[in-house]
């Protein structure tokens, strides 16, 4: 993954940012694209959304060594701004072998463009807090778990209130799997 020059975002990016956390989870976390902080460390979610995704994690009594990270993008876009389409569908292979690596019972898909990358007719005003099944090509059958973007919801009152409840939804989830 280091050394894929499959779209232009590697020209900017400092480095590619893989993901992280524990190989074996059970629950996978899928963000849009590396920030700032995260194009310095090499490690998905360590800016502001990490911190906040922490907090949620920790008050259903998880830490990031029990789950894995990664995100749609893995180079930082210029500027924070949103993946192309082609950026997107030129990592694509890389997220379907980690998640192929990882073989994870739940996929939490954070923000919009998690989201639509896997199911882009789904809104995620409509999807989110809700569990589903797909059978989706090199994936195979998964759940999936949508929820607001960290980042996004770190500004909005209301829409870190709703975050944070479909967030204590996911142990109930994990232990029905
Ligand atoms: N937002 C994301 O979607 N991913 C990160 O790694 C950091 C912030």
Redesign the pocket.
């Known amino acids: 993954m280091s050394k894929c020059s499959e779209c232009s975002l590697h020209c900017d990016a400092s480095r590619v ?1 893989a993901g992280d956390g524990n190989p074996e989870a059970r629950i996978m976390f899928i ?5 700032k902080k ?1 194009d310095e460390t090499g490690i ?2 360590v ?1 502001a ?2 911190k906040f995704l922490s907090e949620m994690l920790a008050e259903i009594k998880l830490t990031r060594e029990d789950i894995y990270i990664a ?1 749609v993008v893995k180079c930082r876009p210029p500027q924070n701004r949103d993946p192309l389409a082609e950026e997107v569908s030129a990592c694509w292979p890389w997220l379907q072998k980690q998640i192929e690596i990882i073989d994870p019972k739940l996929i939490v898909t ?2 919009r463009h998690s989201l639509n990358r896997f199911f882009p007719e789904l809104k995620i005003s409509e999807t989110h807090g809700k569990v589903f099944q797909a059978e989706l090509p090199k994936i195979g059958r998964r759940n999936f778990y949508a929820l607001y ?1 960290p ?1 996004a919801a770190l500004y909005n009152g209301s829409m870190r209130e709703v975050l944070k409840k479909d967030f204590k939804k996911i142990p109930k989830i994990l232990k029905q799997l």
């Open positions: 940012v963000g849009e694209a590396p920030g995260e998905p979610f800016g959304a990490g995100n954070l923000g973007h980042a």
